[in-house]
């Protein structure tokens, strides 16, 4: 997610002013390097249909729900319940995932020691379970009679039914985002600038803080977000180790199976407006001036 | 240790990465003098540096700086300047905060003194810029002033002009010559380029495939190379291979005036040593004959001349000389291989000669009974491999690796030398 991705506009050169051959698909070479004839057409093609299968679903869900509708699905506690509770569930999922994988992606982007491929393989598992599995996976470590969920049923944290639960269900399926993101960031760096804050006097905590964390803070905000988008988007795995309280896309399916298509879409217009705003607020905080004074702050 | 030495010891220092293994290192380097450290790439030059400044495992032996052992300590309390060859400033700090960096990781808090270091080196106007803005030299100077910036004990500089252009590189290494002989810090200064070892460094030491083949003072490693790796580093051109036999070697249809060697040898001559026209009387010359100017390729600052000969001479002289010797293409030209300008080394057996760096001071520097230093260090390093073999005064050649001693290269040799040669010319 490079933050300042040249528009196209912006980019043209000397050849824009040049005659080209148009056609059909109308690709005018702009930045010097838009494929031309036949292949361009195909490619122009599989793009455009690529993208209006993306576009089209969300556009069709926005003409079902009238302004009327979309009142009384936001007036509905139950709905709002859920969104408020999807998106608190997320930030704090956000948060704990960014905490313990920073540290997981800075040994990854070390490398130079044994065993760092079946580490790396290890944090992309969860990429590979499908999320329902996951789901009474975390079930049987963290329910009532499994290894964490025992103990810390003693103590009084209950994962089954319990916002923990959505959020260690959240955890499990988000953090690859995390340590990746981390990870690229981190490994970006020139290792010679830690080297140099080490000759320089710095110790390895006061290196990391001052070179290392403020130069892979993208990476890391990036998998923040990532984190965040990926938890409220969630629905497999919170389903079966938190059915209740309900996250906005458990309720989303329970009015769906209670109350047909109609009901279910208003709700679903509502989480994918909150979810979208959110997500485009917390990348732009992320990649943009924010992070300029988050790097002025650490230096 | 003694005190009242501020520079660096390393002795025995060895490495590793991979199948790739360092030493052992033996270096001294004083506070007064710049070391240069030649080789080619991939030698382990910049690993040299890493492992003394602390920033890699070292396998075994031991550093000493300023008088204290500092083996075992972290880089960052080593009091150790680096300069890498492309700078490495911090991209997120401005060019003080880069230069202040050190001084307020240590604690200490400098600001005047590094936008003072800023100055020093010509870059105080770009304090408050952004190192991504500014040019290579510039980078280069804010990285040295950032690396000085902690006051260290020692200097390592690793490559730190080969990523620049031309003119820059010169303007730079200018100033760091006078800046180095103004700090009186010990210097360890990595290249692969000859021409900036030879103006920047006042000891030479060449590492080749991991290892140290020779260290000395720059004048005298670049005069009297230890062997053919060396030479080749140092502009000596190879020759070829021959067998010494009555006090000549013959390589091709050329004939060297070589006395007391014999049995298959491998022999250097320096292209910007060979004289074009008839020797005069009171230069002594190894060699002589007629070669025919195959190409005057003009390259700056000096002409390379290709000769036609059996094995082919490629000289190096000054383009006003090629006016006033008169020299034509596919034209015979007599000419010569001086005394000096040969550089013979025995085939197939090379021994690794080492020369104590600033050898007036070498002998008080290695104290041979101080139980704090490690002792079965320096009572187990094999005296053999530490020889030095100096060159006998006026010697026109020197046996390195010989089975003899090297002093029997006589003035009785010189004299043969000189007649033999007449006769030994050959014509092509």
Known sequence: MPPKMARPGRLRGRHNDEVITADSAGSARRGGGWPAGWFGVVTWLLSGLLLAFIVLPIIRLFTTSSVASLHQAADTAAIRDATLMSLQAAAITAGIATVFGVPLAYLLAQGGFRGREVIQAVVDLPLVVPHTVAGIALLFLLGRTGWVGAPAGHLGVSFYGSQWGIVAAMLFVSVPFAVNSARVGFEAID???????????????????????????????TGAVLVYARSISEFGAVVILAYYPATAPVEIYNLYLQSGLTQAASAAVILLIVALATFLVLRTLASGRLLIRVERAYS | MPTADRGLDVSGLTARAGSFTLGPVNLHIPPDRVLVVLGPSGAGKTMLLETIAGLRPQNGGQINLAGADITCLPPERRRIGLVFQDAALFPHLTVQQNVEFGPRATGAAATTASVDLLHQLGVGHLAPRAPRSLSGGERQRIALARALAIQPALLLLDEPLSALDQPTREDLRTLLRRLLAELKIPTAYVTHDRDEALSIGDDLAVIVRGQLRQTGPAATVSAQPADPDVARLLGWSELGYGTAANDTIRIGNLALR????????????????????????????????????????????LARITLGTNPPITALMLHRDIGQLQLTIGEPTPASLREGSLRIFQAGEIRLPTQPLSMQKASRRLPPADPTNSPSQLVNRPTGTETSVTNPPGGSYRLVAGPRPASSASGKGIESTAKFSRKNSLGL
Do not use: K
Not at chain 1, 192 to 216: C, D, K, N, Q, V
Not at chain 2, 272 to 283: A, M, N, S, T
């Open chain 1, 191 to 221: 290792p010679r600038l830690e080297r140099a804050a080490r000759s320089l006097g710095a110790t390895p905590w006061h290196t990391f803080r001052r070179i290392t964390l403020p130069l892979g803070l993208r990476g890391v905000l």
């Open chain 2, 258 to 301: 070589v006395p007391a060697i014999t049995g298959p040898v491998q022999a250097f001559y320096r292209p910007e040593d060979i004289q074009f026209g008839p020797p005069g009387h009171d230069e002594p010359v190894s060699a002589s004959f007629m070669a025919r100017v195959e190409q005057i390729v003009h390259t700056r600052p």
